[in-house]
């Protein structure tokens, strides 16, 4: 298992089958692409076939949402397997998922369920995440779950136990800008204090995405645009960890690539924005 962090990408998209012949027949200003994992773990047919062009002219990013690293259910080794081959086929820079759990007793309940941050589920996940990186013989990068319940058994923040998580596997983590507001909007807790508890080695991506705001509470939907206040949870996040490999989520209401685009931009622009005011501070 190689003991270099994954490089700086620059800024991404989630790749999606409605901009498949856009990407195909053009030259987006996209740096690279992330799959969702479980799309592609197919044994042939046009996603793939796309995917291996793809992957041919940009760097390629796996994402799933079916591991379930958090599950009391044993790991599903034929679903390990399966990624394993893909990730074989896309030589992914990295592979990321989410710290949460998906489903038991063999249902897969298609959601990402937040957990008790509790000493014996950290001990718990730690376990799952070492053996399932012996497996695929990579680190592995999980992502923080947005939530809308908390448990009262819980012995310590989301950011220390992710936080232990990352240093107790020697995995990677991606801070998901979006998950972090839509949680501390949910919980009452300050995105600071999330921000500031997370290790800045062990961060290698950023996502932004867009939620639903529904008065008391917000959903994360990723159907609608980066809004103003997580563009600016952004600029807090690029200020504090530096550059991170950045990309644009958008899973519903898909719109045309060029609108993603552009919210990408504004992702670049800010980013530039912060390394430039840090070289004015620097040479005073």
């Not at 773990?41 to 796309?50: C, E, Q």
Request: hydrophobic fraction near 40%; include cysteine; charge should be negative.
């Amino acid at each position: 298992m190689s003991d270099h962090k994954p490089p700086y990408l620059g800024f991404g998209l989630g790749l999606r089958p409605e901009h498949y012949d856009e990407i195909l027949s053009g030259d987006p200003n996209v740096d690279w692409f992330e799959v969702i994992s479980e799309n592609y773990m197919i044994p042939g047919g046009k996603p793939l076939r796309v995917l291996d062009e793809i992957a041919e002219r940009y760097p390629i990013v796996m994402h799933g949402v079916s591991l379930s690293i958090a599950s009391t259910a044993p790991l599903d080794m034929e679903y390990l397997t399966e990624l394993k081959t893909l990730a074989d086929r896309v030589e992914p820079k990295w592979i990321s998922d989410h710290l949460c759990w998906t489903g038991v007793h063999g249902v897969n309940l298609h959601d990402l369920l937040p957990i008790p941050y509790t000493q014996e589920a950290l001990d718990h996940v730690v376990d799952r995440v070492s053996r399932v990186q012996d497996f695929l013989g990579r680190r592995l990068t999980l992502e923080n779950v947005s939530s809308y319940v908390t448990f009262a058994e819980s012995e310590m923040s989301e950011w220390d136990f992710v936080s232990e998580v990352a240093r107790r596997a020697d995995c990677w983590l991606l801070f998901d800008v979006n998950n972090v507001y839509v949680s501390a909007c949910n919980h009452g807790f300050s995105t600071r204090d999330f921000l500031q508890g997370i290790p800045r080695d062990r961060i290698v991506q950023f996502h932004l995405a867009g939620h639903s705001h529904e008065g008391d509470h917000i959903v994360d939907t990723h159907d609608h645009p980066v809004c103003d206040e997580v563009w600016d949870f952004y600029r807090e996040t690029v200020s504090h960890f530096g550059p991170v490999s950045t990309m644009i989520e958008r899973d519903d209401n898909i719109p045309p690539l060029a609108e993603v685009i552009a919210e990408l931009d504004i992702a670049r622009k800010i980013a530039q924005e912060v390394a430039e005011a840090k070289k004015v501070i620097a040479a005073e």
